[in-house]
C-alpha cells in the first residue's frame, strides 16, 4: 500500500511584521509625524486670519441715549462712515437703538462714494462731522417719523477722533432744545471702526 505524501507548510516562511524600531517604521512615523504638523499649522493660521475680525468687533464701544418728550432712546449701537455732502468730504456716526441693517448704506457707498441711496427708519442720531473734525451736521430720526435737522448748531458740543480706522468721540447738547412743541436732548460717547465698503 503507498503511503500518501505528507503535506504542510513548514518550507514556506510566515511574514513577521518590523519590530517598532526597524526603518519601515520609522519612515511610517515620519509621514504621520509631518501630517500631523501640517494640520495644525493650517490650523494655527485659519485662527490667526479669524482675530482681526473678533478684534474689530470688540472695539464698538456706544454709550448714551436720547430723550425726545417723555421718552428715551438707549443707544446700544454705531456705525461710522466716509462720505461726500456737497463735493465735501464728511465722516458720520450714526448711533442705533438696534443693530442698524448696512446693506443699502455698503451699495451706495460702493457705487456713488456717498450715502445717497440710504436712510434708516429705526430710531438713530447721526453726527455728521467735516474734514477738520467739527461738527457739521446732526439729524435726529425718532418713530413716528420724527425727523430733527440741525447744522452748525451751537448748542451741541462735541469731540472728535480718526486714528488707525476708527472714531472716537462725544456729543452732548449743553441744554435742551425743542422741536415738533417737545423738548429734545442727548449725550453720547463712541468707539467704532470705520466701515469699508
Not at 445717497?116 to 453726527?127: A, E, G, V
Request: hydrophobic content about 40%.
Amino acid at each position: 500500500m503507498t503511503r500518501p505524501a505528507a503535506c504542510g507548510f513548514a518550507g514556506i516562511a510566515k511574514p513577521q511584521a518590523a519590530p517598532y524600531n526597524s526603518p519601515a517604521t520609522a519612515r511610517h512615523l515620519t509621514i504621520a509625524g509631518n501630517s500631523a504638523m501640517k494640520l495644525f499649522a493650517v490650523l494655527v493660521i485659519a485662527l490667526i486670519l479669524a482675530v482681526p475680525t473678533w478684534a474689530d468687533d470688540k472695539t464698538e464701544e456706544v454709550k448714551g441715549s436720547l430723550v425726545v418728550g417723555e421718552k428715551t432712546y438707549k443707544f446700544a449701537h454705531a456705525v461710522a462712515y466716509k462720505t461726500q455732502k456737497s463735493d465735501k468730504k464728511r465722516t458720520v456716526v450714526m448711533l442705533t437703538v438696534k443693530p442698524p441693517k448696512l446693506d443699502k448704506l455698503t451699495a451706495s457707498l460702493k457705487d456713488k462714494g456717498d450715502d445717497s441711496d440710504f436712510f434708516s427708519f429705526d430710531d438713530n442720531l447721526k453726527l455728521v462731522f467735516d474734514e477738520k473734525g467739527e461738527l457739521y451736521q446732526t439729524v435726529i430720526f425718532v418713530s413716528p417719523g420724527k425727523n430733527i435737522n440741525n447744522i452748525g448748531d451751537d448748542n451741541v458740543k462735541a469731540t472728535f477722533k480718526l486714528a488707525d480706522g476708527a472714531v472716537k468721540g462725544t456729543a452732548k447738547t449743553a441744554k435742551p432744545d425743542e422741536a415738533f412743541g417737545e423738548k429734545y436732548h442727548f449725550e453720547v460717547a463712541f468707539d467704532v471702526k470705520v466701515l469699508k465698503p
